[in-house]
Each structure stands twice: as C-alpha cells, then as structure tokens.
C-alpha cells in the first residue's frame, strides 16, 4: 500500500463484529456456500490485502461474468475486479451508507480525551488521531528499543496494534519504517547543529567491530549548555579502513567540517600509542584557528577507564585458576533443580539464607565477576559442606568445558581439564580480590559517568585506591601480602608518571569549590607517599595551569576585570578633564572622595584576579545535595570568566565509553542487525537512539539491580518447582 495514501483507510476490526459477520453471512442467501468464493490458500503474492476485505465477501455471479463483493452486513454488492476497480466505493459504503457497519459516522479526527504524550498526570488534554503522529513514534519506537526493521511486518506486532489502535490501517512496510527512520536523523541532526554553534565541545572516540571485522569510529561530543546542563551526544558512527593514527585522525577532522568545525576543548582516547599521532594531525590541522586554547596544550586526555581495565584484567590473569574453580562450583549448583536442592540444603544446614542466591558471571564483563566472587564467598561453608553430602560435585566440578568457550574467558582457559572444588586458599584470595575489585568497580562507575561530571573525581579515586592498597598491604596475613603487594605494583606501574598526565585532571578537583587546592595537595600527599617536593611541584604547576587558562579566556573575552575597573577609573578622569576650572574648584572635595574610593578598590579582593579571588575564599561545607554544577550556575555572576572555565573543563570525559560498556574487557561489537545494514543507515541508528535517549541516560547501578531482581526471581522459580509456594513475584500477576 502507498504510504501516501495510508490516511485514507480506517481499522476497526473488534470480537463482537465478528460474530455479527458470522450470522449476518449465514442468514443472508447472497452468502450461500456455493455462491461465497474460497480464499486462496497458494503462496501470498506479497501485496498488502485492504480491510474492507474485513467486512466484504467476494461473491460468484450467474454470468461469471466481472467479480463482485457484497457487504457482510447488509448485502450489497460492488464490483471488484482488482484490474479495474478499487476499494473505495466499499469503504464509502461501510463509513457512510450502510447503517449496520461498525464504521459508520466515524471521524477520523476526532479527538479524545488523554494524557499528553509521555505524562501520566496534569490535566487531560484533547488528542485526535494521526498517522504521521504514529509514524513517527513507531520510528523512535524501533529506534530506542533496538528493534529489527522487519518488526512491524510480524503478525503479533499487527494483531496488537489492531487492537492498540484500530484507525491505524496499513501500518508502513520495512521499506517505508527505514525511510521514517532516516528522515528522522536528518531532523535531529538539524537541530543538534543548532545547538551545538558558539558551543566549545570536549570529544572522546571509541572504535566499533561489526560481525564481519568491518571497523567503525563513534565520535561523541561532551558540553555543558548556558543552562549548565551536562550534555553527551554522539555526532558520528562512521566507517573506517583500520584504526592506524593518520585514518583516525581524518575521519575525525572530516566529522568536524560536516559539523561545522566545532570549537575544540579536548579529545579523549584510550591508551594506544597510535592515538598520539591521530592527536598530533588534529593539533597540525587547527592550531591556527582563533578559538584555539593554548595552543591545544591540554587536548589530548587519556582513558582513565582503559587503566583501570588494564589493571584488573592483569589481577584476573593472576588469580585464574581460583576464580575459575569458584566459576565451576557455582556453575555445578545453578545447572539443574536437583543440585540446586542440595545446595539449598547445605545452605539450611549450616543456617546461610538464600535470599541473595550465587550468580554466575559473564566472561567479558569484569563487574560479573566480581558480583559472582562477592556473593559466592558468603556460601564458602555451604560449598565445603556440599563436597560431603554430594559425591557427584566432586566428580563433576571443574570438568573441561570446551563446548562453552563462548562463555568461559582467559581467566580460565589453559587451565587443567580438571580444577575440582575450590580450596580454603581460593576463598581466602577470592575474599581480598574482592575488595580490590570493589575498589575499582566504584572509581569505573565514577570516571564512567554519563551526564554528570567526572574530572573532578580522578584524584580522589586514585588516592583513595593507592590509600586501600596500603593499608591492605600492611594489615593482611602473611600469605596474603604477596597478593596485595603484587596488585600495588600493577596500580603504581600503569600510574607511575601522574605529572605528565593532563593537567585538567588536577584542574577539575581545583574546581569544586569543596576541595580546591587544599583538597588537591591533600590527595597528592597520599599518592606520593608524603613526598612534599613532589606534590609542591605538581600543585604549583596546577595552578599555573589554571591561571593560563584563566587569561587565554580573557583574552578571548575582551579583558579582565581588574581591567575593566581600570577603564573605568580612566573615563572617569576623561570626564574631570573637559569640566571647567570654576567647576574643578567647586567639586573637588568629591573629586577627592572618588580617589580614595579607587585607592581602596585597587586594594581590595575586586582588583584581583578571579582566580585568586576563588582560591582564597574558603571551601564550602561539604553536603550530600550539593550539585557542582548549580554552584557555578548561581556563581557565574561573581565569577564571569572563570566560570567559563569551569563550563569547559568540567565538561571534560575522563572515560571513552559509559558506564554501561566500563566494565567489558573485549572491544565494542555491533550486533547481526546493525551489521547487516549500510554505514549510513547503522550511523543513523546509533546516532538517533543517542538524541532520542539522551533525556534517560542509562543507570548502571539499575542494571545491577535488575541483574539481582532476576536473580531473586531464578531462586524461587526454582524452590516452586522443587514443591515451594508460588514464587512472591507472580502473585497478582493473573
């Protein structure tokens, strides 16, 4: 069916109509049996079938001569011949003459009483129905959900939408839904254009596999608006030869120039010493414009993120063949209802609750893992009692599972074909990995967040690491502190050179108004173990970092306050000189009143600059409502310039990827769907769903949740098969 004709079809099809067909075709002799032509029952020619056909029945003439159809309801009959005539007159005649139709005097804009789209409060507002309307939401629908194109065309999706909205006739083919899809990019990329002009941007990259090796770079764009409102979007999801620096480097710069050659703050990449050149072209290639700061003397930004991954992959590598003997005992009891009952029955036996049940970690996800270690090391008795009372889990445990490869990840591959049960030294080094990985599971969720500010939590994060790995190193057993010494060495080596990392790291703590520089040189202290030379040197370099910046920005700017007061005071003396000498006299005492008002403004906290009026205040009580952002909102008046610092630096990722991906230790994979399509169309997809998206940023700490709410529900589904009661979680479902 035509999409542009889609407007002019109505669908109204309910379970009462039915049967009124049914008996109105079986007392009407027009629907004689031998006069009512059989439906084919051959392969579908693919054409949409109309939903008059819902109502009419195709009958056989006396002459066969040109097909006819006649009206389930009140038998009348119209030719049909599908060569000639079409399918108007009939819906003419359902909608407007035949007086027992469903369809009859219905409106196909007349509005109803609802909610406004996406409320579900506030007064009720008139809605009247709207194809394009329905268009366009079934669009973002697939959009945001991650559904296949093919989606509408499947027969539950039409049955549910007969009866979600039974005006809607002809729902659009893949074909036409593809079209919407991309008509929709063009319109919201319009409009991010809009909002990003005037607008200085912070990017990070990140690279994309699909299925077929194919390699893709998503370039997302970081800023904070007028309204000091945190902003992610990603501007570009773009094909790419390979990820060599110089291809990087001008996809980059042609991203750029289709955007309108942003203004450029930072550039965050991983680790790679490849990115270095890809940095170097970009610096070669705008060095010279006049929003330039610095001469992009801050530009590139490391990964944090990367690190912290490298340092726990490193640690997972260490401790393999414990983890994986604890991976097989949780896998032994979750594989089926019987082991699951004998498990449960060492758990009452040794009185552990099994409310908050074992899970099983995912391979290339880290965060599993420690989920798993975390939750599994509260069951150690019921495991140890589990090697007593069932022989088969001794047998069994650790076998050889090359049939899951897909499932089982470094840290347990080239492992003996048999680990067996996990010993008193797996628990006790679980236990200590644990709070290891604690500590890097909370500074991934911080470096990783989506639409808050991160810059200003790096250093708290790392001296908060460095000062648990200490303590841990001195406090635990002696068969422990190898371990513990061993993870202090993997942090201090991938951390070994913090001065020559990007300075704006240490700028985004000097920035919150609760630490400043005494927060700074605080958390320095601990990562340098005291050391007062260095921290002196890197404090001081922070804040030369800040001032520079400060005065580039004024630059910019037309000046600094101070050198506005000077303006000021020089045409108030321009004006002194054009009065005349008889005015002079009489207006001297005031005169002199104004220079001793300019003398104790050159001597005041006003005729400072705005970096040192902000570093000498004191730092605000710390509060668990306080938003960084809302403070420089409120403040911007006060601090006119350097607030337009903060807007850029605390803009600043200090992480590629969200928090959703943190924690994922292999590279980023475009599903079977997305690889299937065109770059232009998966560069639409992904770049749409993060617009459409961006107001419910992703919460990876619901995702926890709802990991553990499963996880719940999988235990006592199990319990009701084993003869508990009915799962908690179904009751009131019915």
Sequence with gaps: MDPSNETETLRDVQPSTERTMESTATSNPIFHKSNVSKPSTGPSSGRKRSI??????????????????????????????????????????????????????????????????????????????????????????????????????????????????????????????????????????????????????????????????????????????????????????????????????????????????????????????????????????????????????????????????????????????????????????????????????????????????????????????????????????????LENDDLEYVKSIGEDDSEDDDGVNELSKGGASKLGPPTKDDWDKSRLFVKFLKLFYDATLCFSGANNVTCNCFVFELATIQYAINLECVEEPHNLKTMAFNMKSKFEKYWENLENMNLLLYVGLVLDPRYKMHGLAFCLEIIYDHNSSKVLMLVDRVKDALTRLYDSYCENDGGDVGAQNKTMSQSSEGGANTTSSTAWASNFRFQLAQFKKHLELENSLESKSEVERYLSEKCIEDDANFNLLTWWKVNSIRYRVLSRVARNVLAVPISTVASESAFNTTGQVLDHFCSSLSPLMIEALICTQNWLRSSAPINIRSLVDDIEEFEKFDTELMEYLGGSSRPTSLVGDD
């Design 52 to 385: 008059v056909w819902e109502y009419f029945t195709k009958i056989k003439t006396e002459d066969n001569s040109r097909p006819r159809a006649a009206c389930n309801f009140c038998g009348t009959t119209y030719a049909c011949d599908p060569n000639i005539n079409g399918t108007k007159s009939m819906l003419q005649h359902l909608e407007k003459t035949c007086k027992k139709s469903p369809l009859k005097n219905v409106d196909r804009n007349q509005s109803v009483l609802g909610f406004k789209p996406g409320e579900t409060s506030g007064g009720l507002v008139p809605i009247a129905f709207s194809v394009k309307a329905c268009r366009e939401a079934l669009a973002e629908m697939l959009i945001v959900d991650k559904l296949p194109f093919r989606f509408v065309e499947g027969e539950g999706f039409k049955k549910f939408m007969l009866v979600v909205q039974p005006r809607w006739n002809g729902i659009p083919s893949r074909v036409t839904v593809a079209k919407d899809i991309f008509k929709l990019y063009l319109r919201e990329k319009d409009k991010l254009k809009s909002a990003l002009k005037g607008q200085r941007i912070c990017l990070t990259t990140d690279t994309w596999t699909s299925v077929q090796n194919f390699n893709y770079l998503c370039l997302t764009a970081h800023f904070i608006d007028e309204d000091w409102k945190m902003h992610k979007r990603i501007i570009s999801f773009c094909k790419v030869e390979n990820h060599k620096d110089e291809t990087l480097g001008k996809k980059i710069e042609m991203c750029l120039l289709e955007w309108g050659s942003p203004k450029i703050f930072t550039i965050t990449l991983d680790n790679a010493s490849s990115n270095n050149e890809a940095i170097s072209y970009i610096k070669r290639k705008t060095m010279n414009r006049n929003d330039t700061i610095l001469e992009h003397e801050f530009l590139h930004m490391r990964c944090c993120t990367h690190v912290l991954n490298l340092i726990v992959r490193d640690g997972l590598k260490e401790f393999d063949q414990s983890i994986a003997r604890i991976r097989g005992a949780v896998k032994y009891v979750k594989s089926s209802l019987q082991r699951w009952n004998t498990f449960k029955q060492c758990c009452d036996s040794e009185d552990i609750s099994c409310k908050n049940s074992v899970c099983l970690d995912e391979a290339t996800r880290w965060n599993s893992t420690y989920m798993m270690l975390d939750k599994a090391e509260k069951f150690q008795k019921a495991f140890q009692r």
